[in-house]
């Protein structure tokens, strides 16, 4: 194997892969990457068993090779280097040289044979959407999937094909969050469920790029390939093990009906439940109390270690008025992933599901369960 690279380039390939790699004790390989030059490509490949990840740029080669390579040392070497300068990258023996301007190391490499086979999709159902939405989409309800070992199924998120709509759902049992994708042509209803550390690095890895992602899943595994625009730039494809289990009927629990809604500024309502939750008690409670008659929403909380905290913020409100106590975390969660200036809150009473929502949008809402105290 020999060939030059821009370092920039090699950067950016080594630390994509490398996101999976390390602190493998029973399988040691699974620390390594996977360094393939071949029809002049540059093929690199991690795996930890769950996820896999292979990265593949257009490059000239002198000579072809594959190595396998722990990916730390390679990964930490190439970031003290200048990412305007060329390095001369070259396997002999089982051990790869670099060699740049300043530097010149050798890593010793391990049997490429050793390196597990990354799975492949032969056939399953495929739809192609822009890679910003699932990024953006997966970023809301990221933090949601519970850890319960207990309900394996709620510890990912779903993915839910219906019609011209992928619907990306997360919850654990307490809250829920739904934000959909329009899709460009009738799908055939399907579904999955991945797990969170996959989609983690979905949103992680895809963030760096511009276009679409194709979407290949069958019933064992589902695979995230992103679709260059350039034929010179990156081919990122992400593979995961699916999360088997029945995932709950999500949409049956949707509050259709409020006894009391209310539209409020959301850098408002967000400032208050930060400012008052610094005076929670232990169970993290705060409490919310609609005033419709003079358009209020009181918001407090006290503890006795601490002291108490109240603030008053304005708000349309209808209905009749309402008192119900939050997690004051779950609540700012959801705050926090609205994007519109304001928001609309449903509430109706202690034992239903409230819901939070942009103003402008139906692309995305969190449902959260009041606490009863």
């Known amino acids: 194997m ?12 080594v630390s994509i892969t490398s996101r999976i790699c390390g602190g493998n004790l029973t399988l040691p390989i699974l ?44 990964n930490d070497f190439l970031l003290v280097l200048d990412k305007k300068e060329n390095i001369e990258v070259e396997e002999k023996n089982n051990i790869l040289i670099l060699k740049s301007k300043n530097y010149t190391t050798k890593i010793k490499g391990e049997n490429p044979e050793d390196f597990p086979i990354l799975p492949e999709i032969k056939s399953g159902e495929k739809i192609i959407v822009p890679l910003k939405n699932i990024v953006d989409n997966l970023s809301q309800i ?19 094909f219906k019609d011209k709509k992928l619907n990306l759902v997360a919850t654990d049992s307490i809250r829920l969050g739904c934000a959909n994708i329009g899709l460009d042509k009738s799908m055939k209803k399907g579904s999955f469920i991945i797990p969170q550390r996959g989609a983690r690095e979905i949103i992680s890895i895809f963030s760096l790029f511009d276009g ?9 595994q589902v695979l995230f390939q992103f679709i260059p625009k350039n034929i010179q730039d990156f081919e990122v494809g992400l593979i995961t093990k699916l999360i088997e289990g029945e995932y709950p009927n999500w949409e049956e629990i949707i509050p259709q009906e ?24 232990r169970i993290q409670d705060i409490k919310l109390n609609f005033q419709p008659s003079n ?30 106590v939050f997690n004051w975390r779950y609540l700012l969660d959801g705050i926090s992933t609205i994007k519109s200036s304001e928001l609309f809150f449903g509430v109706n009473n202690s034992q239903s599901p409230a819901i939070l929502k942009p103003i402008g949008s139906d692309n995305y809402f969190y449902i959260l369960m009041p606490k009863t105290i």
């Open 2 to 13: 020999k060939f030059k690279i821009p370092v920039e380039k090699i950067q950016k390939a």
């Open 31 to 74: 620390n390594n990457i996977l360094i393939e030059a071949k029809d002049n490509n540059l093929i690199l490949k991690s795996t930890n068993l769950e996820i896999g990840i292979q990265v593949k740029l257009p490059l000239k080669l002198e000579k072809e090779g594959i190595i396998s390579i722990p990916a730390k040392i390679l």
């Open 142 to 160: 990221i933090i949601i999937p519970s850890s319960q070992d207990t309900r394996i199924e709620l510890s990912g998120v779903f993915f839910d």
């Open 212 to 220: 679409d992602i194709e979407i290949i899943y069958d019933t064992n």
């Open 258 to 281: 409020f006894s009391c809604n209310a539209i409020v500024k959301k850098d408002e309502i967000e400032k208050a439940v930060k400012v008052v939750s610094l005076f929670s008690s």
């Open 295 to 324: 358009g209020r929403i009181n918001i407090s909380a006290g503890s006795g270690e601490v002291g108490e905290g109240e603030s008053i913020i304005d708000a349309k409100i209808q209905g009749k008025g309402t008192e119900l």
